[in-house]
Each structure stands twice: as structure tokens, then as C-alpha cells.
């Protein structure tokens, strides 16, 4: 029967795997640069020369992603111990959404070279401010939490 824990679980270890995959492909980023310049069609503002724009904005994208994983796994360790309405919780959500807004800001700017960059850029800086929203209701709980834990 699939319960609460083994969620939980799953998540810790989808996470886990997402950043090893993220850290094989980082090997891989010029490659893969070299052939999407190759095989995509159509150009932004500043020409078809774009190896260089992508391969220096993914590793700026992944220093993010990175970051916006490693504070995931740490949500989801707090909250396998129990630790659910906590400020540490609230600076993970806060850190996830800042490390969101700022791959988009990259992704908006690769865009000028390819506009299909654009649109990555805007959901990346969209999830960004649904974890803002995410990380303001989740301080008004904290908040609430510590007023009931004072309340006799």
C-alpha cells in the first residue's frame, strides 16, 4: 500500500537522481550546445552564432539548479523527521524560489540568440513565483504555528 513515508521516499530519491543526472550532463553541455546550434532553425536579436551563449548559460542555469535541488532535499529531510512548520523550511522554499527566478533571468537572456529560450526562460521565472507564493503561505503557517504553540 503506498502511504505518506514511501511518497516522501520517492521524492528524496527523485530528487537525488534528478542532480545526478544534472552532473552527467554538465560533461555534456558543449556537445550538446554544437549540436543545437546545428540542427535549430530561425535566430534572436544577436545572430546565429550561439554555441557560446548556451554552453555559458547552462553552466550558470545548473549552478541554480543545483542549488534549487540541494535545498529540496533538504526540505524533504526535515520534513522526514517531522520537522514540517519550521523557519529552516521557509529559507529552503525562499532559496528554491530565488534559484528559479534567476535560471529564468539566464534562460531569458540565452534567448536573445533563440527565442525558444524566451519561453523556458518565463516558466522557470513563473515556478519561481509560485514557490514565492508557496513560501509566503508556508511563513503565515509557521507564524500561526508558533502563536498556537504559545496559546495555553
Not at 516522501?8 to 554538465?26: E, H, N, P, W, Y
Not at 529552503?92 to 526562460?121: D, H, Q, T
Request: net charge positive.
Amino acid at each position: 500500500m503506498w502511504t505518506k513515508t514511501k511518497s516522501l521516499f520517492l521524492s528524496r530519491i527523485l530528487t537525488v537522481c534528478t542532480a545526478g543526472v544534472f552532473m552527467i550532463l554538465t560533461f555534456f553541455v558543449p556537445a550538446l550546445s554544437r549540436w543545437y546550434e546545428q540542427v535549430s532553425a530561425g535566430s534572436g536579436f544577436f545572430g546565429n552564432n550561439i554555441f557560446m551563449p548556451i554552453c555559458i548559460g547552462l553552466y550558470i542555469a545548473e549552478i541554480f539548479a543545483f542549488s534549487a535541488l540541494w535545498n529540496l532535499h533538504r526540505l524533504l529531510g526535515n520534513i522526514n523527521k517531522g520537522i514540517v512548520f519550521d523557519d529552516c523550511n521557509s529559507h529552503c522554499l525562499r532559496r528554491i524560489s530565488w534559484s528559479c527566478m534567476f535560471a529564468g533571468i539566464v534562460f531569458g537572456v540565452i534567448g536573445l540568440w533563440r527565442f525558444i529560450f524566451l519561453m523556458a526562460g518565463f516558466m522557470a521565472f513563473m515556478l519561481g513565483l509560485v514557490m514565492r507564493v508557496l513560501k509566503n503561505v508556508f511563513e503565515k503557517a509557521v507564524e500561526i504555528k508558533s502563536e498556537n504553540d504559545f496559546t495555553i
